[in-house]
């Protein structure tokens, strides 16, 4: 069964950069489909970034594309989000989550059936 934890979050300052990394002590593997969502103060959750099974597709929001890279290594059972350039609106809690659905992109919530518990990621100006 998935489970999964992100860790990696922190403070930094703009245009700063962190990786953030979603390991599964399930131990799944390549079997599901990976996001990042991330959600701010008083906002919905929104995507931010995914990837395949395989690594082959990778999705971003028009907000980190060129600043932000997901990737993820099957063998160790981890995805990363390398986030380069931060902003002050890049400021919310970040989660993992994992989907078995096996379309691209997976870019809504409710297509994630895994999550896990988030990690802070402050940005100050």
């Known amino acids: 069964q998935v489970q999964l934890a992100e860790s990696g979050g922190g403070l930094v300052q703009a245009g700063g950069s962190l990786r953030l990394s979603c390991a599964d002590s399930g131990r799944t593997g390549g079997a599901y489909a990976m996001g990042w969502f991330r959600q701010a103060p008083g906002k919905v959750r929104e995507i931010v970034a995914q990837?395949?099974?395989?690594?082959?597709?990778?999705y971003y929001v028009d907000s980190v594309k060129g600043r932000f890279t997901i990737s993820r290594e099957n063998a160790k059972n981890t995805v990363y989000l390398q986030m380069n350039r931060l902003k002050p609106e890049d400021t919310a809690v970040y989660y993992c989550?994992?989907?078995?659905?096996?379309?691209?992109?997976?870019?809504?919530?409710?297509?994630?059936?895994?999550w896990g518990q988030g990690t802070q990621v402050t940005v100050s100006s």
């Open positions: 989550a994992a989907a078995s659905a096996n379309y691209y992109p997976i870019i809504k919530e409710s297509e994630y059936d895994y």
């Open positions: 990837i395949s099974r395989v690594g082959l597709s990778k």
